[in-house]
């Protein structure tokens, strides 16, 4: 292909994204200019089919700054994608396919919603280590795809990044290619202003190959991918490029990064590169030609889907399709004193012992958190990840193996730690991205380890997350139904667990279930109140209640695994589970201020608590069946003088 040609594909991408971002008055032109040539080049070494965007063997492309949307549609449009001309004009309007920042499940074409800058290159080594496992589980032959990520200066000085690539260099993730988009701006001006870092010393320390080329010459750009396609090392590729290249004032500008080049600027930019000022969204025909033949992936398809063995068919099969009715959930004693970490501990296994597709790890808390899967080894060969003490790009990774097409992935910390993955969690959530967090340590309980370990605020800020399932069982049993439910549904789910026993509970509930994420579990006739836990605080609510009947207030108790299910239930059910001519008192060893949606009072945390045994601090902070009691008698007597 002429470099003449090369140019021309180059130059429609920029004028492409200058006119969305123009015609929208709003959006970054600068870093899909600066990107073009790269972006040509690469369309020639992807190994993508447009028709199936799902096939399991493609290349893997993460667009880490989410921002450069117009390099994202024009590229897709180009490919042969689902994204038309119009949509390219509606960029950013409502409604749109091609909304501000990529965003997986709206758009045909998006391998995941990266946002905040960094969490797509997490991501890509979360592709990354699903293609190396898969490729041990199924070889070589069947699994060989590169996982590429183009990303900037900003993903590279957020902190996500370097957690994921040290952990790519660690495991020696040679399927992984990183081009940086090494502009050296940023919003406020030159990279300088902040930032001093030697990245290509950095990547050499973390065992990455370096390659360091003129972004804008197409022979360095194809030597670099031929060079990155043949490492035994995850490979940056540095691609020095100039902001907004092609532009006639703005080249080179940090003015270009986030907003429109102007009219006048890019019809003299169009001049200079030889096209027609006044045509906007023009795709000349032997461009579209150009493009259309890079896309051999449906003949490549056709190669790979036909080279495969029925054994690795039928194994394709078994991990993209488990059969949950297979697990044998452990049982436990009625009765008997069972840490919910502890339960988990033992459900994880039997889900694991059931279901190939299902593995894990923690941020160095396995021992802790109980999330090791026995006899199962270690990842990449096994199914236990060590993702060492990097709690955020943990998250972001298993969120793209979780969308890698045939893998259920699980991560785990303690539950104070879910601060530092808050922003993955969020993604995970608007992106229906089903990964199972498990955190643990749930409450003042944590004890000991003071203020600065036991999550207060928490359970509150995961409860307010749209299309996110926080669970926190009360026993082993509720443990078990809540995993029954959390396999079954597309969004993600959390599972808050206690580091202190908690009492096996009888089976006799009155109405609803787990699945309802809240139901009535104990009922007496003519009750005075209704008091409504979740976790450890059921069994004390239960116990209250004893001690309330021998003062004469009669309590119907509400268990509240998942607040967040409960939330989703009708008017109908709500008022079967909660008398509404009831007093309705909510307990939590935490914040718990959502409950005032059910309640007439709450008893939770007010502060951050304390450093001491978890019995001591339960009695400071009021959660016991005296304590308890004596609020709850104080109050309804008088609300009811």
Same mark, same amino acid.
């Given at each position: 292909?002429?470099?003449?040609?090369?140019?021309?594909?180059?130059?429609?991408?920029?004028?492409?994204?200058?006119?969305?971002?123009?015609?929208?008055?709003?959006?970054?032109?600068?870093?899909?200019?600066?990107?073009?040539?790269?972006?040509?080049?690469?369309?020639?070494?992807?190994?993508? +089919?447009?028709?199936?965007?799902?096939?399991?063997?493609?290349?893997?492309?993460?667009?880490?700054?989410?921002?450069?949307?117009?390099?994202?549609?024009?590229?897709?449009?180009?490919?042969?994608?689902?994204?038309?001309?119009?949509?390219?004009? &509606?960029?950013?309007?409502?409604?749109?396919?091609?909304?501000?920042?990529?965003?997986?499940?709206?758009?045909?074409?998006?391998?995941?919603?990266?946002?905040?800058?960094?969490?797509?290159?997490?991501?890509?080594?979360?592709?990354?280590?699903?293609?190396?496992?898969?490729?041990?589980?199924?070889?070589?032959?069947?699994?060989?795809?590169?996982? *590429?990520?183009?990303?900037?200066?900003?993903?590279?000085?957020?902190?996500?990044?370097?957690?994921?690539?040290?952990?790519?260099?660690?495991?020696?993730?040679? +399927?992984?290619?990183?081009?940086?988009?090494?502009?050296?701006?940023?919003?406020?001006?030159?990279?300088?202003?902040?930032?001093?870092?030697?990245?290509?010393?950095?990547?050499?320390?973390?065992? #990455?190959?370096?390659?360091?080329?003129?972004?804008?010459? #197409?022979?360095?750009?194809?030597?670099?991918?031929?060079?990155?396609?043949?490492?035994?090392?995850?490979?940056?590729?540095?691609?020095?490029?100039?902001?907004?290249?092609?532009?006639?004032?703005?080249?080179?500008?940090?003015?270009?990064?986030?907003?429109?080049?102007?009219?006048?600027?890019?019809?003299?930019?169009?001049?200079?590169?030889?096209?027609?000022?006044?045509?906007?969204?023009?795709?000349?025909?032997?461009?579209?030609?150009?493009?259309? $033949?890079?896309?051999?992936?449906?003949?490549?398809?056709?190669?790979?889907?036909?080279?495969?063995?029925?054994?690795?068919?039928?194994?394709?099969?078994?991990?993209? &399709?488990?059969?949950?009715?297979?697990?044998? *959930?452990?049982?436990?004693?009625?009765?008997?004193?069972?840490?919910?970490?502890?339960?988990?501990?033992?459900?994880?296994?039997?889900?694991?012992?059931?279901?190939?597709?299902?593995?894990?790890?923690?941020?160095?808390?396995?021992?802790? +958190?109980?999330?090791?899967?026995?006899?199962?080894?270690?990842?990449?060969?096994?199914?236990?990840?060590?993702?060492?003490? $990097?709690?955020?790009?943990?998250?972001?990774?298993? +969120?793209?193996?979780?969308? *890698?097409?045939?893998?259920?992935?699980?991560?785990?910390? #303690?539950?104070? #730690?879910?601060?530092?993955?808050?922003?993955?969690?969020?993604?995970?959530?608007?992106?229906?991205?089903?990964?199972?967090?498990?955190?643990?340590?749930?409450?003042?309980?944590?004890?000991?380890?003071?203020?600065?370990?036991?999550?207060?605020?928490?359970?509150?800020?995961?409860?307010?997350?749209?299309?996110?399932?926080?669970?926190?069982?009360?026993?082993?049993?509720?443990?078990?139904?809540?995993?029954?439910?959390?396999?079954?549904?597309?969004?993600?789910?959390?599972?808050?667990?206690?580091?202190?026993?908690?009492?096996?509970?009888?089976?006799?509930?009155?109405?609803?279930?787990?699945?309802?994420?809240?139901?009535?579990?104990?009922?007496?006739?003519?009750?005075?109140?209704?008091?409504?836990?979740?976790?450890?605080?059921?069994?004390?609510?239960?116990?209250?209640?004893?001690?309330?009947?021998?003062?004469?207030?009669?309590?119907?108790?509400?268990?509240?695994?998942?607040?967040?299910?409960?939330?989703?239930?009708?008017?109908?059910?709500?008022?079967?589970?909660?008398?509404?001519?009831?007093?309705?008192?909510?307990?939590?060893?935490?914040?718990?201020?959502?409950?005032?949606?059910?309640?007439?009072?709450?008893?939770?945390?007010?502060?951050?608590?304390?450093?001491?045994?978890?019995?001591?601090?339960?009695?400071?902070?009021?959660?016991?069946?005296?304590?308890?009691?004596?609020?709850? $008698?104080?109050?309804?007597?008088?609300?009811?003088?």
């Amino acid at each position: 292909m002429s470099k003449e040609l090369l140019q021309k594909q180059a130059d429609t991408i920029r004028f492409l994204a200058a006119d969305m971002v123009q015609r929208a008055n709003s959006g970054h032109p600068g870093a899909p200019m600066g990107l073009a040539d790269i972006a040509t080049v690469l369309s020639k070494h992807l190994n993508i +089919n447009p028709a199936d965007e799902k096939w399991l063997n493609r290349d893997r492309l993460v667009f880490s700054g989410g921002h450069a949307t117009g390099l994202v549609y024009s590229l897709l449009h180009l490919w042969g994608f689902d994204v038309s001309v119009n949509d390219m004009k &509606n960029f950013r309007q409502s409604g749109s396919k091609t909304p501000g920042h990529p965003e997986f499940g709206h758009t045909h074409g998006i391998e995941i919603t990266t946002g905040p800058l960094g969490q797509g290159v997490a991501n890509a080594v979360g592709f990354a280590m699903a293609s190396k496992y898969a490729q041990n589980l199924l070889g070589n032959d069947v699994i060989n795809h590169k996982v *590429y990520c183009l990303c900037g200066d900003g993903d590279l000085q957020e902190g996500i990044s370097y957690e994921a690539t040290a952990s790519a260099g660690h495991m020696k993730l040679d +399927n992984l290619v990183i081009v940086y988009d090494s502009n050296s701006i940023t919003i406020e001006g030159d990279t300088s202003i902040a930032w001093s870092e030697n990245v290509k010393k950095r990547f050499q320390a973390i065992d #990455f190959e370096v390659i360091e080329i003129d972004g804008h010459n #197409f022979d360095q750009i194809d030597k670099a991918f031929i060079q990155a396609k043949k490492s035994t090392q995850p490979v940056l590729i540095i691609a020095k490029t100039v902001i907004a290249k092609g532009a006639v004032t703005l080249e080179g500008s940090h003015h270009s990064h986030g907003a429109p080049l102007g009219v006048d600027e890019i019809k003299q930019a169009k001049i200079k590169a030889g096209f027609n000022p006044d045509e906007e969204f023009f795709v000349p025909a032997d461009v579209k030609g150009a493009f259309d $033949k890079l896309i051999i992936g449906s003949t490549a398809q056709n190669i790979w889907r036909d080279s495969l063995s029925n054994e690795a068919t039928k194994k394709i099969e078994e991990l993209q &399709n488990p059969d949950y009715s297979k697990i044998i *959930y452990p049982t436990f004693e009625e009765g008997s004193s069972v840490a919910t970490r502890d339960s988990n501990h033992k459900i994880l296994n039997a889900i694991a012992s059931a279901i190939p597709s299902f593995l894990g790890g923690s941020a160095d808390l396995a021992p802790s +958190n109980k999330t090791e899967l026995k006899n199962m080894g270690d990842f990449p060969n096994g199914r236990n990840i060590h993702f060492g003490i $990097k709690e955020h790009a943990m998250a972001a990774m298993v +969120n793209a193996m979780n969308l *890698y097409g045939l893998f259920k992935v699980y991560s785990a910390t #303690f539950f104070v #730690f879910s601060d530092y993955l808050k922003p993955s969690a969020r993604i995970a959530a608007l992106a229906n991205i089903p990964q199972h967090f498990i955190w643990t340590h749930d409450s003042i309980g944590v004890g000991e380890d003071g203020p600065t370990h036991q999550p207060i605020e928490h359970l509150s800020q995961f409860r307010a997350l749209p299309n996110f399932y926080t669970f926190r069982p009360a026993d082993a049993s509720e443990n078990i139904k809540a995993w029954k439910k959390a396999l079954t549904m597309q969004s993600p789910t959390a599972f808050v667990c206690s580091r202190q026993g908690l009492k096996v509970l009888k089976d006799d509930r009155v109405y609803g279930d787990v699945e309802n994420g809240g139901y009535l579990l104990k009922q007496r006739a003519n009750a005075d109140i209704t008091i409504m836990a979740s976790g450890s605080e059921v069994t004390l609510a239960l116990q209250t209640a004893c001690a309330l009947e021998k003062e004469g207030i009669i309590a119907n108790i509400v268990s509240v695994p998942c607040f967040d299910l409960l939330l989703e239930q009708t008017k109908e059910y709500i008022e079967k589970i909660i008398d509404p001519n009831t007093r309705v008192y909510a307990v939590e060893a935490a914040r718990g201020l959502e409950y005032y949606k059910f309640a007439d009072v709450v008893f939770g945390m007010d502060s951050f608590g304390a450093s001491a045994p978890a019995g001591e601090l339960f009695e400071e902070f009021g959660f016991t069946i005296d304590k308890l009691k004596e609020k709850i $008698k104080e109050d309804f007597k008088t609300t009811n003088k």
